[in-house]
């Protein structure tokens, strides 16, 4: 079959930093918006510890990789796990005797000028403060060593374009009033409500299971984890289910290279491909989620030759594994999304009038314009579908088949009515997850 591209790089094209305009809740609280009203679809990239691991010509380099693949988010954390024991490359530390209630100026320059390398590219940057995981449970003074961060942090950086991403990678627990203590103070101290906060959440779980009705949580952050054979779509459809309505999208799915479930990387241990990241993207979006995450295992951590052992990957240098195929298939989705008036859409799974098992490798997922003009279904399999032709608008109906992997279309063709329609994906050996686009000839 003939492929036909449609969709311009142009359009991704990112703005100088100078122009980022402030990004807000849509009206209808299921996505954000510019400050002039126009969409943005999160697609971001996870470059966590470039904080400490990069040189300046590094981060610029990792920059316009990103840049050219359609990326508007850089989620970073300002100290990584490691920085307290190793500093950054200059040997900074971030906090004055391992203090956080002092933190280091010097280091916190180094930070802003990686903020301001971020900006200057386009991107909007997605926050950590700092790394939760691995810490023990929090003493006594704890909530008060938090605020005073907080409010460093929010004097600091509150007047940037940002988004925060509170706590990381670790249930709460005794941590939830120290979360939300420096919460409070982060908006207080920078005079921002409008930089919009989140929780990022261990492995398996969402913010919205202790946070969800917290007015300091704008919108809801999903850790699918590192496991391609878990059910992501599940957590987004649970939590656009909830109210209030939030805006929830997953902000750390399956990397690419990782093995999966995170096993000792050895002999006939499963490597993630981007197979497996595509059907966890397609399926958690056409869920309703307002964005997506990617992230590559070697590029997280900015693995190089001489970094020792690489536990969850094959480790090969970060440079390679920009290349892996999943991180420019990203690109593909943003552009396919907002080419069809992404601030209508709404996951609809009633179009699917086949079987659709509640299996990952299986799972279909499906998108609608509320008006009916449009329609949008995933295939992880390439099997047969039947959908519902006649939940959109009754006028001519033209399908086209867009894949997933190279970005492009195949030639349209006319599409009957009914609420059975059946429809044969152009499966190979090597394809078998496709997108079904149906659009009502105006």
Known sequence: MKLISTISLVALACVSGAELKPIRVSSDRRN???????????LADTGWTMTTR????????????????????????????DARRNGNLSGERPYLNDDMAMPNPRYF????????RIVSK??????????LSGLPEPGPDEVAKHQAYARYLGKRFGKRQMFWLLGADRWPNGWADVIRAFAFELEKSSGRPDQLMTHHPAGGQTSSRFFHEERWLDFNMIQSGHNADLPAYRLTLGDYEKTPIKPVLDGEAAYENITNALLPYGPNVRVIKDFDVRRQAYQSVFSGAAGHTYGACEVYEFHHDGAGKAHWTIGIHWREAMKLPGSRQMGHMRRLIESHSPSTRTPELGLIASPNPDSPNEHLAALKDRDGNWAMIYTPTGDRLEIAVNRLRKRPVTGRWFD????????????SSGDKVPFDPPRTKEQLDWVLVLEVKK
Request: aromatic content about 20%.
């Open 32 to 42: 954000f918006v510019t400050s002039d009203g126009k969409p943005f679809f999160w």
């Open 54 to 81: 990069l040189t300046f010509a590094e981060i610029d380099e990792y920059l316009a990789d990103r840049k050219g693949k359609g990326f508007n988010v850089i989620q970073l954390i300002l100290v990584p796990w």
């Open 109 to 116: 320059d180094h930070v802003e000028k990686v903020l301001d």
């Open 122 to 131: 386009g991107f909007y940057p997605a926050v950590v403060p700092f790394w």
């Open 404 to 415: 997933p992997r190279s970005g492009e279309y195949g030639k349209p063709f006319p599409v």
